[in-house]
């Protein structure tokens, strides 16, 4: 009953998530290119639960996006996943608008446009900078050789060249 419990409130992050980011959007006057991706990374990198949830373990074949947790940490790419999702949701929600107000609609989306391109920038020159790099590195080889006995527990019998990891 209890993990039923704990995996329920777990399922309901999301949940959470927007109820918070609803909230605090009809309360406040903070653009929700700032308030999405900040709500995000509290509930993220906060939330207790067993297994965390975290938007940035997703691109681990996207080099371009990884390149700046160095600076950020993981953090920072959930972010950056959160104000692109919101802002692709508002190019399909807002299809339509009003000539009047398109100049003040254009100083978000900037500064949204320009953060995500710095992102990315800094990342596929951080990329191409290692991939520079490691390519002029000696290459060693290394072998793992381990003794062919039987596991068993308790003391083991420590040969000579090998070592022994837990």
Known sequence: LLAC?????CAH?????????KSLKKH???????LFPLVVVIFTS????????????????????LQAID????????????????????CLANRQ???SLRLFKKLPWGLALSVVCIWFIYGG???????????SWSVLKVGLVQPNEIPKIGKRVLYPGYGQVY
């Open 5 to 9: 419990i704990y995996w329920l409130y």
């Open 13 to 21: 992050l999301i949940v959470f998530l927007v109820i918070v980011f």
């Open 28 to 34: 406040s006057k903070i653009h929700e290119f700032v």
């Open 46 to 65: 906060s939330y207790p639960m067993l297994f965390s949830m975290r938007l940035g373990d997703t691109q681990i074949q996207f080099y371009a996006a």
């Open 71 to 90: 600076l950020v940490g993981v953090d920072g790419l959930d972010g950056i996943i959160a104000l692109v999702n919101v802002m692709i949701f508002r």
């Open 97 to 99: 608008i009003d000539p």
């Open 125 to 135: 020159i951080a990329h191409s900078s290692w991939e520079k790099n490691v390519s």
